[in-house]
């Protein structure tokens, strides 16, 4: 069975550009996250959708950031606008349900100069 | 929210040693808990989920231990060798939510 995919690995921007991550979940997972992890941190959460309904969006930028899950399936998250705070890894992860195990794809490491 | 500390944030052992690695958190809520190992460059790998309070959960050479009176968890690499060095992660499940509220995690060097 195919893991939680992910791209582009790696995006390089300058300051006031826009970027997007793509998410591939496992399939037949309901519940899709994005996480941001900086540097020697741990990932925090920033969205979480159940199939296509965000269900917390409290700790996304919503000013530059959005995420949309349209079918239930794949999820795109976009910066518009980003800046040198935003470099971090980004990391989707997708689970069957609550309180079930999250697993994670490889991530997007971005980089904004 | 739920807040979990984690410690220590880097931690150096033999090959052959134990490495220790104990998270605290807030919410009494929280009913899962999960440890995640993250190599350099890769994604987080799920080591173990436990629900249990007050039980050891035995893995691949480690071990896992739940306290909920105390709001404790622990992980014991025992044995540890190279390929363990890595970052380690635990997390705790907001019953709430549905949230993974992370801890800073534990950058493990296992030297030969």
């Known amino acids: 069975e195919a893991g939680v995919t992910q791209s582009p690995r790696y995006a390089v921007l300058q300051e006031g550009q826009a970027v997007s991550f793509w998410c591939d979940p496992i399939s037949g997972h309901d519940t899709l996250y994005w996480y941001q992890q900086p540097r020697d941190q741990g990932p925090q959460l920033l969205v979480y959708?159940?199939?296509?309904?965000?269900?917390?969006n409290s700790q996304l930028p919503s000013d530059r950031f959005s995420a949309v899950r349209p079918k239930g399936t794949n999820s795109t998250l976009k910066i518009q606008s980003a800046k040198q705070g935003d470099t971090a890894t980004y990391l989707c992860?997708?689970?069957?349900?609550?309180?079930?195990?999250?697993?994670f794809g490889p991530g997007t490491r971005l980089t904004v100069l | 929210g739920e807040q979990v500390e984690q410690r220590p944030p880097h931690l150096s052992v033999r090959e052959g040693d134990s490495a220790f690695i104990t998270c605290t958190y807030t919410?009494?809520?929280?009913?899962?808990f999960f440890w995640y190992k993250q190599e350099p460059g890769a994604s987080l790998q799920l080591l173990m989920k436990?629900?249990?309070?007050?039980e050891i959960n035995e893995g691949q050479g480690f071990t896992v231990l739940l306290n909920k009176k105390d709001k404790r968890l622990s992980l014991n690499l025992t044995a540890a060798h190279p390929g363990d060095s890595a970052a380690y992660f635990c997390a705790a499940h907001d019953s709430g939510y549905n949230k993974l509220t992370f801890g800073k995690g534990t950058v493990l060097l296992v030297s030969p």
């Open positions: 436990v629900f249990s309070s007050t």
């Open positions: 959708f159940r199939d296509e309904a965000v269900i917390d």
């Open positions: 992860a997708s689970s069957l349900g609550r309180g079930d195990e999250q697993y």
């Open positions: 919410d009494p809520n929280s009913y899962y």
